[in-house]
């Protein structure tokens, strides 16, 4: 009896002994060169990214953009949204669809928080790139929701993380492309201001 205590004690001992030495366990994955490090994003305008809003004059619809440093509000950065003045009903582009799937339509979902919620879209050429958007309805509290947000990120129907967006430039995410939330608080109030039914 006094033998067998002897070596469940020892067996704690060596346990606890184990388990305080994290250099002893073996590694959970590949270090570099494989699946577990985060690919490097294909854009990364987090740092010179910001959002805009403006009014704009009928025939054109008010929009909220992603415009990048040097870039204009008439040539958003990849995500745009405008309204419809005279009912509020919001349209989102996401740009750098793939240019194959105009015409189609899919279920993307916008994670805001602990949240992923389901957006239907269609795909729709974009006049002034080679590549496509993804077009689709926005109510106005998910802009506001994503206003608060530290991190805002786009999933395709594959699953695949394509945008994040970020409120601090150095964060690190993994996704195909990365951009700001820059501006986003005040410029959504001030859009949101222009898409109310006059």
Same mark, same amino acid.
């Given at each position: 009896m006094l033998k067998r205590l002897s070596l469940l004690a020892a067996a704690g001992v060596l346990a606890a002994a184990c388990a305080s030495d994290p250099a002893a366990a073996p590694s959970a994955g590949p270090v570099s060169g494989g699946a577990a490090v985060a690919a490097a994003p294909l854009l990364n305008i987090a740092a010179t990214s910001q959002w805009f809003a403006e009014e704009r004059l009928m025939p054109q619809d008010p929009i909220l953009a992603l415009v990048n440093a040097g870039g204009t509000i008439e040539s958003p950065a990849g995500f745009y949204m405008t309204c419809n003045p005279a009912n509020g009903t919001i349209?989102?582009? &996401? +740009? #750098?669809?793939?240019?194959?799937?105009? /015409?189609?339509?899919?279920?993307?979902?916008? !994670?805001?928080?602990? %949240?992923?919620?389901?957006? %239907? /879209? #269609?795909?729709?050429?974009?006049?002034?790139?080679?590549?496509?958007?993804?077009?689709?309805? &926005?109510?106005?509290?998910?802009?506001?929701?994503?206003?608060?947000?530290?991190?805002?990120?786009?999933?395709?129907?594959? +699953? %695949?993380?394509?945008?994040?967006?970020? !409120?601090?430039?150095?964060?690190?995410?993994?996704? #195909?492309?990365?951009?700001?939330?820059? /501006?986003?608080?005040?410029?959504? &109030?001030?859009?949101?201001?222009?898409?109310?039914? #006059?």
């Open positions: 349209t989102a582009h &996401l +740009g #750098k669809q793939p240019a194959t799937r105009v /015409g189609q339509s899919a279920t993307y979902r916008i !994670r805001m928080g602990a %949240e992923a919620k389901p957006i %239907e /879209g #269609k795909f729709q050429t974009n006049p002034k790139a080679a590549d496509a958007d993804f077009v689709f309805p &926005l109510q106005s509290i998910d802009i506001r929701t994503m206003a608060q947000l530290d991190l805002v990120s786009v999933l395709t129907d594959q +699953g %695949e993380v394509q945008w994040a967006f970020v !409120r601090d430039p150095a964060a690190q995410v993994n996704a #195909k492309y990365v951009a700001s939330l820059k /501006g986003m608080a005040q410029q959504s &109030l001030d859009y949101l201001n222009f898409c109310n039914p #006059k």
